[in-house]
T-cell receptor, first 112, second 116 residues
Framework: GENVEQHPSTLSVQEGDSAVIKCTYS??????FPWYKQELGKGPQLIID?????GEKKDQRIAVTLNKTAKHFSLHITETQPEDSAVYFC???????????FGGGTRVLVKP | GAGVSQTPSNKVTEKGKYVELRCDPI?????LYWYRQSLGQGPEFLIY????????DSGLPNDRFFAVRPEGSVSTLKIQRTERGDSAMYLC??????????????FGPGTRLTVL
């Protein structure tokens, strides 16, 4: 089945700086890669996703890049703000196609 | 429109008791998923419904866990003879179609289950 590795597990940045989280996946047939943000006591919220037919996607301060050859994808947050503090998860579909395998999460702390 | 809702938000029970957790998916979403999330970890897949049928229940840990979706909308996750190790956040998600086709999966707020 799919295996998703996520790094780093924690990330502390100064407000205004950029944050980058990286994930690798094992199933070369995976074609959809979402990123979720989870705040304390809440369910994961989809913030951006990318499909395998593009290499990069941007939505305001958030961008995701995909390298299918290397089987890795990254989340980039620019001009970080305190409200960006949360746990972020990457995910990829398992080989059977009907469920997501999640990375271990990255706890991001933006210091004012 | 309304997102995925889950009830109760918190459930405390005693070891050996039976519990039911409810999920209301986004209207019109045919695919429904249950995940379990332990503290400090990512969600782990339990079961997937396409319509009324459980298309994939390979993530259920044992036969104490069961889920139904009788009318293709609301789903109930049932846990018999609860154990302390069942304590976790139980998350429900729905999508328009199966996620492999690139359909976004939207999560509910979860039910925090604590087994004493």
């Amino acid at each position: 089945g799919e295996n998703v590795e996520q790094h780093p597990s924690t990330l502390s940045v100064q407000e205004g700086d950029s944050a980058v989280i990286k994930c690798t996946y094992s199933d070369s047939a995976s074609n959809y890669f979402p990123w979720y943000k989870q705040e304390l006591g809440k369910g994961p919220q989809l913030i951006i996703d990318i499909r395998s037919n593009v290499g990069e996607k941007k939505d305001q301060r958030i961008a995701v890049t995909l390298n299918k050859t290397a089987k890795h994808f990254s989340l980039h947050i620019t001009e970080t703000q305190p409200e960006d503090s949360a746990v972020y998860f990457c995910a990829a579909p398992m080989a059977a196609g009907n469920k997501l395998t999640f990375g271990g999460g990255t706890r991001v702390l933006v210091k004012p | 429109g309304a997102g995925v809702s889950q009830t109760p938000s918190n459930k405390v029970t005693e070891k050996g008791k039976y519990v039911e957790l409810r999920c209301d998916p986004i209207s019109g979403h045919t695919a429904l998923y249950w995940y379990r999330q332990s503290l400090g970890q990512g969600p782990e897949f339990l079961i997937y419904f396409q319509g009324t049928g459980a298309a994939d229940d390979s993530g259920l840990p044992n036969d104490r866990f069961f889920a139904v979706r009788p009318e293709g909308s609301v789903s109930t996750l049932k846990i018999q003879r609860t154990e302390r190790g069942d304590s976790a956040m139980y998350l429900c998600a729905s999508s328009l179609q199966r996620v492999r086709s690139g359909n976004e999966q939207f999560f509910g707020p979860g039910t925090r289950l604590t087994v004493l």
